[in-house]
């Protein structure tokens, strides 16, 4: 016998949101999956039907619903779309990075060589005190992306 969840009721102003949310302009794929997922909870749709018409799991069909219901009054429906930060290694190479990485190759190399190694690009950065630690590989990935 299937669990019974509590039904997902749009207001008619929440429902022309996401309806045009769906419809217009450049958004993630996953935030349209979840305003669909709404939409089509809103219509008493059964979970099945949920999943075979978007291709999402019953995983993500259960958050949504459950975001959506524990949303505060004053909350914006399209904040229920958005997906929380998720976990992981921090970037550490970023934009202010990748520049010295390219000036420092397009200048001119040390005295006594003929041009910049990854190896000499790598402790110059640490040197200038840019970033921590580096190494030549992450220089050499960082030098290719400018190509």
């Not at 039907?49 to 999402?56: E, H, R």
């Not at 799991?57 to 259960?62: F, M, P």
């Not at 959506?68 to 976990?87: F, G, Q, T």
Request: hydrophobic letters at 35%.
């Amino acid at each position: 016998m299937p669990k019974k969840y509590p039904a997902v009721r749009l207001t008619t102003e929440e429902r022309d949101l996401l309806e045009q949310f769906v419809a217009h302009g450049k958004k993630s794929a996953r935030a349209i999956n979840r305003a669909r997922i709404l939409l089509l909870l809103d219509e008493a749709r059964s979970e099945t039907d949920v999943t075979t018409i978007l291709g999402v799991s019953r995983g993500t069909i259960y958050n949504v619903r459950n975001k959506y219901l524990h949303k505060e009054h004053d909350e914006h429906i399209l904040d229920v779309l958005h997906e929380a930060p998720r976990s992981g290694r921090p970037i550490k190479i970023d934009t202010r990075v990748e520049v010295h990485v390219t000036m420092i190759a397009c200048s001119d190399p040390p005295e006594g060589y003929g041009r910049w190694s990854l190896h000499m690009i790598a402790d110059k950065l640490v040197q200038l005190a840019v970033i921590d630690t580096i190494s030549y590989e992450s220089v050499r990935r960082t030098l290719k992306k400018t190509n």
